[in-house]
């Protein structure tokens, strides 16, 4: 490992335990969660060349804490940025005695950053780019570039975020019990965006973009160290290793994507596909039952078949009824109509899917189009099939669902 | 979810409107220029020199023929295009609706390099 990427990885472990001892001896969400980024920036360039400091965290604690009496004093930003990258102090010098002894409440500072981070009053959009800059460490150039947006744009995200949150008078604490509940099922959710976000980029060019999978597993790793105990957690965890043990099968080397019936199992990620299995095996057993324990079992009898052919479709079944109790949603019933149609034929799964005509959520759906031809395919009726996948393609904003669809269309006939 | 908004508007009607609309009506362009800047919502501008100064090229007997002036017979012309990202076409429409003033407005998504397999 290169000393480089050796800080980087620790400024990334490190940055929500310095945000979170900066709030809690501060106060001021906003104004602490910039000195930090400044420390973590400083670091980012002297630590390679000095060394890690024997206390790197005390030294981020005290580095921050000195950008925030200047912010206070109201230096202005982009000059105390110009001076970070010109600073040049040996690493220990700046350190002053005292802040490992905030260690024990490392955890759950983390904790409740991550709750902060996600909470009700922002946007998904914005509850995305603050965790993975406040708690994930990550610049406000490398979030830009992982959403395709000018680094301007993200940094007012972020700063709007930091606002909105202010203007909701949340405080840096943990949520009352009776809330506690719906707000780790926001955060759930983010994490989850994250995921998909970096996923669904890596059949394409964006390679940054790609590396937020990555950032989503260490993220929900971590959160189901600090909450061992909630299964959702722990499915969320499951359904990513579970999901991205496929990565290395879902394209082919021209990009194009390789559905799930024809990848090349061989190529999947064993081990991810272990840990995934093991972890939803565990809480399946002790946790309450939820919508990401129920998508990451499924997800695990897929992985566990050696061939498509060998899948347990009636398992499948009996998990997305239970999905469909527990979350019920129109995507939900969209998978599970495949689920039906493979016990029960496809004529059956045309059935379930009928049902969603005239739903309002699903209207102009790529998707509801792009199953229904699956199943007519299934079903043998080619020439209604064709015309459903070209009408899949045409309403899908994604460049290689769309390619894929027109092969499938093209397969079929003229 | 990335979007292009795409303004036309009809250059004599324009040329037409008393000082004081103009003016109003470039305001509402600036003013949500910057709300949307605010927001995070805003990615780019690209504001069209005039309609006169384009050239329309075509195939003629398969050979490329150069004409001056817009595509097509309309009156309006494409008069700027803005990239933005929202969360979807209720905000885009929303958005295009301020446009509306002397113009037709057109949003739709920018295709994604990013897909799921199915």
Redesign the interface.
């Known amino acids: 490992m290169s000393g480089a990427t050796q800080v980087e990885e620790l400024l990334r472990e490190l940055a929500p335990q310095v945000t979170g001892t900066l709030v809690r001896r501060y106060g001021q969400f906003d104004l602490c969660e910039d000195a930090v980024q400044e420390a973590l920036l400083a670091a980012s360039v002297q630590w390679p060349e000095t060394g890690i400091p024997e206390r790197p965290r005390g030294w981020l604690v005290t580095v921050a804490s000195r950008r925030l009496t200047d912010q206070v004093r109201g230096e202005s930003a982009r000059r105390r940025r110009e001076e970070t990258v010109a600073a040049r102090s040996p690493a220990d010098e700046l350190v002053t005695p005292g802040p490992e002894a905030d260690l024990p409440a490392a955890n759950d500072d983390a904790l409740t950053l991550l709750f902060l981070c996600c909470h009700p009053a922002l946007?998904?959009?914005?509850q995305v780019?603050l965790t993975l800059r406040a708690v994930g460490g990550l610049t406000t150039a490398q979030v830009a570039r992982a959403?395709?947006?000018?680094e301007a744009?993200?940094a007012?995200?972020i700063s709007?975020a930091k606002q909105r949150i202010k203007a909701a008078g949340a405080r840096f604490a943990m949520p009352p019990p009776a809330e506690r509940a719906e707000r780790l099922r926001v955060v759930l959710q983010v994490l989850y965006l994250i995921f998909n976000?970096g996923?669904?980029?890596?059949?394409?060019?964006?390679l940054q973009?790609a590396d937020l999978t990555s950032e989503a597993i260490r993220l929900a790793r971590e959160l189901h160290r600090l909450l061992p105990g909630d299964g959702e957690v722990a499915g969320l965890l499951a359904l990513m290793l579970l999901t991205d043990a496929r990565r290395p099968a879902?394209?082919r080397p021209d990009g194009s994507?390789?559905?799930?019936a024809e990848?090349d199992r061989s190529r999947w990620d064993a081990g991810a596909v272990a840990e995934g299995v093991a972890l939803v095996t565990g809480t399946l057993a002790r946790a309450p039952l939820g919508p990401y324990q129920l998508q990451a079992a499924i997800a695990a009898v897929h992985d566990e078949a050696a061939r498509a052919e060998d899948t347990d479709w009636r398992q499948i079944l009996v998990l997305y009824e239970l999905l469909e109790r527990v979350a019920p949603s129109p995507v939900v019933t969209l998978n599970h109509a495949v689920a039906v149609a493979m016990v029960r034929g496809p004529r059956a799964g045309l059935e379930l899917l009928a049902t969603l005509d005239g739903d309002d959520r699903l209207a102009g759906h790529h998707r509801l189009d792009?199953?229904r031809a699956?199943l007519l395919e299934l079903a043998g009726d080619r020439e209604a099939a064709r015309e459903r996948y070209r009408a899949a393609a045409r309403a899908?904003?994604?460049?290689?669902?769309?390619r894929?669809l027109e092969s499938r269309a093209a397969r079929l006939g003229p | 979810m990335k979007y292009v908004v795409l303004i036309y508007s009809n250059p004599a009607a324009w040329a037409s409107l008393p000082a004081g609309e103009a003016d109003r009506v470039i305001k509402v362009h600036n003013d949500l220029i910057d709300e949307l800047t605010g927001s995070g919502e805003f990615l780019n501008i690209y504001r069209l020199a005039g309609a006169g100064t384009a050239r329309t090229v075509a195939l003629h007997d398969g050979v490329p023929a150069v004409t001056d002036g817009p595509f097509g017979e309309s009156k309006e012309v494409l008069a700027s295009l803005w990239e933005i990202d929202v969360d979807g076409v209720e905000r885009a429409v929303e958005i295009a609706g301020v446009l509306t003033p002397h113009a037709t407005v057109e949003v739709r998504p920018l295709m994604d390099a990013a897909g799921m397999e199915m």
């Open positions: 946007s998904p959009p914005s780019a959403f395709l947006v000018p744009t993200m007012q995200r709007r976000e996923y669904a980029a890596s059949s394409g060019p964006d973009r879902r394209t994507l390789v559905p799930l990848q792009a199953v699956h899908t904003t994604s460049l290689p669902e769309q894929y």
